[in-house]
Structures are given as structure tokens and as C-alpha cells.
């Protein structure tokens, strides 16, 4: 069949090693090439990847001999391949350049870079790729030159979508900015390259399909659906505006961290495998454990409040929270990740309540601050109003969001809880009035709140509770616990509860238990309306509903 490489292996083949040991430092190649057009990347001309007729993909390739037009040898046969499969053989003297930090700065410097082929396209005797490294991509150009054989541009255009190579290259500044990518002022012109991971053929959807603006998609171009991606997490994840839902995601946990670790607060860790039901309720998932059952913790409160007990003062954790309700909802998940806070104070629980505001204050300047980068990724899919929040936060009573509701036409009684179509009008109504996104709303009725709920002194149809919305939708529940076992106990058989499960949770308090009030948020909530998204799935990893136990 041909030549065959110094391994034994025929040229061409998947299985044969690569030699990579020629010197990182040689000189640049000058292409003949027709200028750039202004926005030209390898993407631009449809989703198939190559402009040519479509590749059965580098996985089916005819191995063959190595030879050019004219019976010449293949000159580049070295300088491309796919690798042996890294098994922590060697440790090379390599260092890999970010696709992020390829910019003008760089320019005519000779890198290393590891990425994914976002897409191909081959025109003449060069081929065009787009490569990509998690939400950041830049151009490459392979070219009969020097450094290419016709066979290399070749087997870069039949390289398989979402493969990751190795690419040695020159950072060329372009003279017109490449619209398309990320790295807009500059492409990388390619020396060597090596398939690190060979991505099967067919993808399960296709990348430009997952990231395509809600304004195409009213056009009428290819979208993939929700349960598509989720089917299919670990492509969907790899999406640029995914890359920065998470990333950004993840700074939330880290503010929320930071900031309450500067206001002197203690991160506790709580069990999750519970003996009763966290909140007395019947919407809790049920285990075996050994020959009894236990559940899975709706809420870390009583660990919590334990704490404070304990003489900690002020404690916050960060976990997993369960809830066995049956709604297929935007915004209810089965398991999703708790932020919960807990503090004693000295007077009035309108200290917990600012303590709250302000962390979440801090973590909306932080995100603004440090991740505008992620914003505008997902405002290119989403497009979506900056998020707006006022210092000090807007704190309304519940007496004062019925008056504005029924100004408006609604009809509700003084005790009846916000439904979720009447919680978005009030936001919309405060948004109008006071120009916030953020705002609490205070003094809820005590009917519709829970039995460890301090009743308000002042008026008996009152509590001293709490939550704290973002764009209308709540993200966060708190109030001022009871703390005394004997008004507990009263409040406990008031609402039909029975002593002996929540037993242990009234002892608690037994002996000397300060005032002290908290409350829990809701990541993927927070994510999700900061963002403007429509759907808390968007912002869970792998989540979890009624419908959906996997991936």
C-alpha cells in the first residue's frame, strides 16, 4: 500500500506516533495568500465546516504513501499525525499558550497552543480553522508553504469537528479585524499539527446551532432544544455562552464566600441525610438507611440555628438542598445549591436583613466588575437589560406591595400569599417606580409562612419574615426564628405538626438559644435572573426535575 513511516506504520494512519522533536524556533514561512476579508473565518461559510464537498472525516482516511504531485516526497510528513495516546510518557519542554492571551502583544511570536477545532474550511491550497478553547476562540491558517505539504492542508481539513490538537503557529496580526472570533486582531499561521483526541464524525448537535441569538431563531434558523442539550451535557457545556454561565456562576459562590468571610461569618459544612423531615413537611425525598429511613435534607437550618446555639454567631454554607416537590416549572428544581446564611443579632432581625442585602449587593458589583467578559457572552444569545440594584436596598412592607397590586387591579386579600404571575407584576410595578431589579419585601403574613416563624409583636396577623427579590422572581427566603422551645412547641401544634418529629429540633433550644434570624438562596436562581435567562436549567450543570435523573 505504499510507504511507511520510520514506526512501521502506514503514513496517514491513526495509530501512528508523531514526531514532535523538531525545533520550536523556525523561521516563519512567507504564503502567498488573497487578502482577508473583513469578518472571513473558518465558520463562515456554513456549518458543515469545509467549503468542499463533505469529508467522511479524518477517522476514515485511506492510509497511503506520502508523496506529492510529481512523485516528490511528502516534506511535512513530520510536522503532522495524530499523536500516540498521552499516557504521561514524557514530560516535554512545551509550554501551551491560552487562546485568550494570543493577541497583537504576541504578534510574531512563535506558540504552542491546545484547542478544539471548532470548524474547517479548505480553499485551494490552504484551509482555514477555528479553534477553540472554552469560551475563547481564534482563527489558524494552514497553507502550502514551507512548513505545509498539500497533504498537510489536507488532513487539517479533514480533521473531525471538536477534536483536540496541537498546533505550533506564528501570531500574525491581521490587517482586518476577524469579526467571528474572539481573537479578532490577529490569526495563528500553522507550522505543526498534531490530533491530541479524535472526536467521532457525527456530532449529537452542532455548536453554531447551540449558541445561535433568540433573535435567529425567530427567523427560523436550525436551534436546538432544551432537553437536546441536556440530553447531551457535555457538548452543550462546551458552548461558549455555557463557559460563561458557569464561570460566572462559579464567582457567585466565590463572592458570597468573600464577602461574608470579611463580615466575620464561619463556612460550616451540614449532613445532608437527615433522621426527619427538615421543615416538619411531607416534600422530602426518603432513603434506606440500613434497616431504617432516613431523608434527604430539604433545608441545613436546623444545623444552622444549631450553631448558633453553639455560640458561632454567624455561620453560612453552601450545599446542596433537596426538595421532593412536583412542579415542572421555570424555576423549581428537585436539587439545587443552597447559599444559606444564619446570625445571631442583638435586637432586631433588621439586622440579619441588611447583613443579607449587602452580601448580595457585593456579589452584583463583584460580577459586574470581574466578569463583564461572561455578561457579554451570554447577552450575544440572550440579549438582556444590565441588572439594576440601589444602596441601600429598596425594603418594602407586604402591606405597602398590596396597595401597589391592587392600584393595578389585583384582587387579593391581606393574608394571602403572591402567586408567581403576581410576584413578576410587582417587580415589573417596582421596577417603574423605584428603577431596581432588587428589592425586599418585609412583614409577610404569619398564616402563610412556617411554625418556626416569629410571630410580629406588634400585629398577630404579621411575622417578622422576609424574602428578597431579583426582576420579580423571589431568590431568597428568611425571617427571625422562633428561639424560645415553649412558643415553638405552640406554633408546631398550630400548624398540625407532630412534637415527636421535630422533637429533637425544639431541644435545640432548650438550653439558652440567642436571638437570631437567616435565610436561604438559591444559586442557580440568582444565576438565572442576574443574567436575564429564561430557565433555571440553563444555569444548573446537571440538573435535576421530576423528569430528569440524568446525565
Known sequence: MGGRSPFGLPYGSLRGRVVTAAPSNCP???????????????????????????????????????????????????????????????????????VSDLTVHRADEVVWVRARVHTSRAKGKQCFLVLRQQQFNVQALVAVGDHASKQMVKFAANINKESIVDI????????????????????????????????????????????RPEVEEEEGRATVNQDTRLDNRVIDLRTSTSQAVFRLQSGICQLFRETLINKGFVEIQTPKI???????????????????????????????????????????????????????????????????????????????????????????????????????????????????????????????????????????????????????????????????????????????????????????????????FMRGEEILSGAQRIHDPQLLTERALHHGIDLEKIKAYIDSFRFGAPPHAGGGIGLERVTMLFLGLHNVRQTSMFPRDPKRLTP
Open 168 to 211: 505550533e503557529g506564528v501570531v500574525r496580526k491581521v490587517n482586518q479585524k476577524i469579526g467571528s472570533c474572539t481573537q479578532q486582531d490577529v490569526e495563528l499561521h500553522v507550522q505543526k499539527i498534531y490530533v491530541i483526541s479524535l472526536a467521532e464524525p457525527r456530532l449529537p448537535l452542532q455548536l453554531d446551532d447551540a449558541v
Open 274 to 468: 437527615i433522621s426527619a423531615a427538615s421543615e416538619g413537611g411531607a416534600n422530602v425525598f426518603t432513603v434506606s438507611y440500613f434497616k431504617n429511613n432516613a431523608y434527604l435534607a430539604q433545608s441545613p437550618q436546623l444545623y444552622k440555628q444549631m450553631c448558633i446555639c453553639a455560640d458561632f454567631e454567624k455561620v453560612f454554607c453552601i450545599g446542596p438542598v433537596f426538595r421532593a416537590e412536583d412542579s415542572n416549572t421555570h424555576r423549581h428544581l428537585t436539587e439545587f445549591v443552597g447559599l444559606d446564611i444564619e446570625m445571631a443579632f442583638n435586637y432586631h432581625y433588621h439586622e440579619v436583613v441588611e447583613e443579607i442585602a449587602d452580601t448580595l449587593v457585593q456579589i452584583f458589583k463583584g460580577l459586574q466588575e470581574r466578569f463583564q467578559t461572561e455578561i457579554r457572552t451570554v447577552n450575544k444569545q440572550f440579549p438582556c437589560e444590565p441588572f439594576k440594584f440601589l444602596e441601600p436596598t429598596l425594603r418594602l412592607e407586604y402591606c405597602e406591595a398590596l396597595a401597589m397590586l391592587r392600584e393595578a387591579g389585583i384582587e387579593m386579600g391581606d393574608e394571602e400569599d403572591l402567586s408567581t404571575p403576581n410576584e413578576k407584576l410587582l417587580g415589573r410595578l417596582v421596577k417603574e417606580k423605584y428603577d431596581t431589579d432588587f428589592y425586599i419585601l418585609d412583614k409577610y403574613p404569619l398564616a402563610v409562612r412556617p411554625f418556626y416563624t416569629m410571630p410580629d409583636p406588634r400585629n398577630p396577623k404579621q411575622s417578622n419574615s422576609y424574602d428578597m
Open 28 to 98: 516563519d514561512a512567507q504564503r502567498q495568500r488573497k487578502p482577508q476579508e473583513s469578518g472571513e473565518a473558518a465558520g463562515d461559510h456554513g456549518r458543515g465546516g469545509s467549503g468542499c464537498s463533505p469529508s467522511p472525516g479524518l477517522g476514515r482516511q485511506t492510509p497511503g504513501p506520502h508523496r506529492a504531485e510529481g512523485g516528490s516526497r511528502d516534506y511535512a510528513k513530520e510536522r503532522y499525525g495524530v499523536s500516540s495516546m498521552i499516557q504521561s510518557q514524557e514530560k516535554p519542554d512545551r509550554v501551551l499558550v491560552r
